[in-house]
């Protein structure tokens, strides 16, 4: 890579021109080729523009410089073409003790018209797997077309026959492939890369209109519940008034007991019979 343009802004625009889901996060990604070490001291800038800044390395001494003080997210190998020399287990660990991650792109190795390319690739995914004994990996495809895209199944099976276990290669899927956004967004959005500010659950502040529509559906309610009271109480001093007689029978006759339609059932018999 030669030196950077003076304009670092992505050409991707900022909002997008077409509605996306509310779940879907598009990630803005910028490939940086690495020829030279000494013209790589403006990469770091490239974070305030794309959510992932990822390196090429191309030799020995662009790679050590990428694991040990780039200021970037991923380090994505060529692993088609063959390296003078083999990985180092201390700098690819420096690498990964930053969190930066190391990527594995398995479409040339499907797609690939020359028989070198697939070999190289084979040999160098392999000698990566052992020398970070399966640690800070992560898979991509690097596809141009379809055809080159695999299920997350058969990326799995693919990395077990380079040497990594089942469950390592499910999480180069999906736990180190998450890893590596999160670290990023911390990077620029946190303070210092370790106090973040998160939603705690609460209810957001409701807006002007609608708290004051609140409040004003409380006080009818509050004088709905005043007048109910002032009913009740009326009832309550009829009733008393009334000599403890229910609002709802009053000037009505009291209901006679059955021995008291006895005695008026007699007292009218006797009013019946004549007189001797």
Known sequence: MGRLPADLTSPVPTPLPFPTPARLRILRRCNVFLTDPASNFRISELQKHYDLVAARPTDERTLLQAC??????????????????????????????????????????????????????IANATQLIRVTRGRGLIFSSEARTVLGVRAPSDV????????????????????????????????????????????????????????????????????????EQKQEQKQKRKA???GGTPTGQAGEEAPLSKQQMQKNKRAKLQADQPTA
């Open 68 to 121: 040990t003080n780039l200021d970037v997210d991923i380090i994505s190998l060529d692993l088609t073409q063959r390296f003078q020399t083999y990985f180092k287990f201390a700098m690819l660990s420096a690498a990964i003790l930053r969190g930066i991650k190391i990527e594995i792109c398995y479409s040339q190795a499907l797609l690939a018209t020359d028989l070198s390319a697939k070999r190289n690739l």
């Open 156 to 227: 799995i099976n693919l990395s077990s026959v380079w040497g990594l276990g089942a469950e390592r290669g499910r999480d180069g899927l999906t736990k180190e492939a998450r890893s590596v956004v999160e670290h990023a967004r911390l990077k620029r959005q946190s303070y210092k890369g370790l106090v973040d500010v998160v939603y705690g659950g609460g209810k957001p502040a409701p807006p002007a209109a609608a708290a004051s529509k609140k409040k004003a559906q409380k006080q009818k309610q509050e004088q709905k519940q005043k007048q």
């Open 240 to 242: 008393d008034n009334l």
